[in-house]
């Protein structure tokens, strides 16, 4: 209510009631206030009423809720369902314009808010997880390997010319399928075996710029956050090589945000060489829906020009998504859930150690990985070809979700380039294993009830493997993976 209104109230109700109820909403608005004038995210979260009347107050902004509107265009923000329009905060219109995602829609003011909104916060949250200068964001309704894709379609009108890109391996569809769906030729460089960690083979892509010459190569896609043990690639050797011979650098940061190490790795690059973009998802750093990304990086001239490559409006449904999340959270609360995080990585990389030494096996040795954790799979491998692939039968018949069971000498065809020891990262990894991996929203709980089921699972298959070796029938409980 305005000042008015409230005047008018003071005549129904008793004056004293009226302020006070006028107190408790200023105490709403102010916090709405601190949004707007410093567009960060709140360092507390906000309860879910102070959310929802600014979110209210943001949608009767748009034509679509003003009282006595008459729409007669093609796209009018018409919804048939109330269910679909509660869903979306009666927030219709979506964010940007037909030529630019990060444009002002004249009839959506409050939709466009939201967009300058949530990209100002998402930055801020960029800056506090780590990468403190970078310098310019913005959401987009797609996932990461669209968002990489984006990305290139940019930079080729900057090299014409290009037809290359740089890519050290990792055994991951979207990745390998944005440069594709780009038009352009992924070269893969295969990772070198460090101990157990699979790491970035600077020799070879140097080798690789040469044979193709730089003024060809559209840019060098790294990546941070992976499966282990494959480890962050080097990202301050790639920066400064990408300087040095004058070529862009794409960062894959898929769900490093939630990693400082990722996000130091991001900040150092950029510091001694060159990074013009990285692109990080929502689901896996901010527990969203699925279906949008961050891409953000240290041009800000560049950033709007990724923008503007965008086809046509965009979907605002991400950016509501993690804006909730984040005035939810406040950036104490991710804080916290970021902290938790590695705490349980390192109980997980005990209790997996443990589990391992029980059953003969061993943790693969990969401390530059943060959040992914690899178990050797030897013995098993030893009992039966397929036991491997069927303790992953088994893990998911149990409700185990997450965890990657790699067998040897897989082979997968993505695109006509065909992967020798796909899902490993490498043609020859010495051995099979089982990955984990500590992400953010991961409780103690999880992790020990996971490692009581791959328990079971591994005690099964041994039973069953001593069955088979003395002529037993087979062991009812791995058949049908009750």
């Known amino acids: 209510m305005n000042s008015e209104n409230l005047t008018l109230s003071e005549k129904i109700v008793s004056p004293s009631y009226i302020r006070q109820g006028s107190q408790a909403r200023r105490t709403h608005e102010q916090l709405i206030r601190h949004l707007l004038e410093q567009g960060k995210c709140p360092e507390e979260g906000w309860s879910e009423s102070t959310i929802e009347l600014f979110l209210n107050e943001l949608a009767v902004m748009d034509s679509n809720n003003f009282l006595g509107n008459c729409g007669v265009g093609e796209r009018e923000g018409r919804v048939a369902s109330s269910l679909v329009a509660r869903r979306h905060y009666r927030l219709i219109h979506g964010i940007g314009r037909s030529g630019d995602i990060a444009a002002i829609q004249p009839k959506a003011a409050g939709s466009s808010l939201l967009n300058k909104l949530t990209n100002s916060v998402v930055l801020d949250i960029l800056r506090l997880a780590g990468v403190r200068s970078v310098a310019s964001c913005f959401v987009v309704p797609m996932a990461t390997g669209m968002s990489l894709t984006l990305c290139f379609l940019t930079l ?10 740089i890519w050290p391996r990792i055994d991951q569809k979207s990745c390998f ?7 352009f ?13 699979l790491r970035t083979d600077l020799e070879a892509v140097e080798r690789k710029i040469e044979e193709l010459g730089a003024e060809n190569i559209l840019c060098v896609h790294s990546t941070t956050s992976c499966f282990a043990p494959r480890v962050p690639d080097r990202l301050e050797e790639l920066a400064a090589v990408c300087a040095k011979h004058n070529i862009p650098h794409i960062v894959n940061n898929a769900y490093g945000v939630q990693s400082s190490k990722c996000m130091h790795l991001i900040q150092q690059g950029a510091r001694v060489g060159r990074i013009d973009a990285f692109v990080q998802s929502l689901d896996k750093n901010f527990m969203v829906p699925v279906g949008g990304a961050i891409i953000a990086g240290f041009d800000e001239s560049f950033i709007q020009e990724i923008s503007k490559m965008y086809p046509g ?26 902290s938790e995080r590695k705490e349980i990585y390192s109980f997980l990389a005990q209790e997996l150690k443990s589990l391992a030494s029980a059953h003969g096996e061993r943790l693969l040795h990969t401390p ?3 959040i992914s954790l690899a178990m050797s ?61 500590s992400a953010v929203g991961i409780t103690r709980e999880d992790v ?9 699972c591994l005690k099964a298959l041994k039973k069953e ?12 409980e791995v058949a049908t993976g009750e």
């Open 156 to 165: 080729r009108h900057r090299r014409p010319k290009a037809r290359y890109i």
């Open 177 to 183: 399928k944005s440069m594709i769906t780009a038009g």
């Open 185 to 197: 030729e992924p070269v893969v460089v295969e990772n070198v075996l460090e101990g157990d960690e």
């Open 313 to 338: 409006r965009a979907s605002a449904s991400p950016s509501l998504d993690v804006l909730i999340t984040l005035l939810t959270l406040g950036a104490n609360g991710y804080k916290k859930y970021l």
């Open 368 to 370: 530059h990985n943060p």
């Open 377 to 437: 799979l030897d013995g098993l491998q030893a009992e039966s070809d397929k036991a491997v692939t069927q303790l992953g039968s088994m893990l998911f018949t149990r409700q185990v979700s997450g965890a990657r069971v790699i067998p040897l000498g897989k082979e997968q065809t993505i695109s006509g380039h065909t992967f020798r020891g796909f899902m490993s990262h490498s043609e020859s990894y010495p051995c099979p294993y089982l990955n984990a991996a």
């Open 448 to 456: 020990t009830l996971c490692m009581k089921r791959l328990d079971k």
């Open 465 to 476: 493997g001593n069955a088979v070796k003395n002529g037993s029938p087979l062991n009812q």
